[in-house]
């Protein structure tokens, strides 16, 4: 069962151990991917929005919404379509964010898809309760969700009304084979 926890609820080392249990499930499906023969020769690293993602979702390196339009599930970056994971690459978002200084915040879930028209989804998580109040503004998944090499990435998140664009960020590390990014 995934749901969300905001970080209040939360310690040091509990968000340890979500981002530890996060990078080990990427390197676990890295090497059932065979993407590398053992541990020693993967990198893991935070994630880069248009890099890792793609410009179909994200036009710049920045977490930036597009302007919502309706209330209703709409595309989470700026690109206003859906991102592929680079060849050698696992994606595992841990962790989402909205930072806007809007209070109440428009952009309130997240949902993981995968294809080109989301025909499957991977988790759904609700982050209203967490962020409203603005006190914080990030959300632990409490599992991760993995996206393995050139699936598809068919990330939304849910507006309640129109409005402008938001940061709503996500905590993702990519596990790739040391060489190609980083050596």
């Known amino acids: 069962m995934s749901y969300s926890i905001p970080t209040s609820e939360?310690?040091?080392?509990?968000?340890?151990?979500?981002?530890?249990?996060?990078?080990?499930?990427?390197?676990?499906?890295?090497?059932?991917?065979?993407?590398a023969s053992d541990r020693t020769e993967l990198v893991v690293f935070e994630a880069l929005p248009l890099t890792n993602m793609g410009a179909a979702l994200y036009t710049t390196e920045q977490y930036v919404s597009g302007a919502p339009a309706a209330t209703g599930w709409m595309v989470s970056g700026d690109g206003a379509g859906?991102?592929?994971?680079?060849?050698?690459?696992?994606?595992?978002?841990?962790?989402?964010?909205?930072?806007?200084?809007?209070?109440?915040?428009?952009?309130?879930?997240?949902?993981?898809?995968?294809?080109?028209?989301?025909?499957?989804?991977?988790?759904?998580?609700?982050?209203?309760?967490?962020?409203?109040?603005?006190?914080?503004?990030?959300?632990?998944?409490?599992?991760?969700?993995?996206?393995d090499p050139q699936d598809r990435l068919f990330i939304q998140v849910y507006a309640t009304a129109a409005g402008a664009a938001e940061n709503f960020s996500f905590g993702c590390f990519v596990v790739s084979r040391l060489g190609p990014e980083i050596s």
């Open 82 to 147: 859906v991102g592929t994971v680079p060849v050698g690459q696992v994606l595992i978002f841990y962790k989402a964010a909205n930072a806007s200084a809007v209070v109440p915040p428009l952009l309130i879930a997240c949902r993981f898809r995968i294809g080109a028209t989301g025909s499957s989804t991977l988790a759904v998580f609700q982050v209203q309760l967490a962020i409203e109040n603005k006190l914080e503004s990030d959300v632990y998944f409490t599992e991760p969700v993995v996206y």
């Open 10 to 35: 939360l310690s040091l080392s509990d968000t340890k151990a979500f981002r530890g249990s996060s990078v080990e499930a990427g390197i676990a499906r890295a090497l059932r991917l065979a993407i």
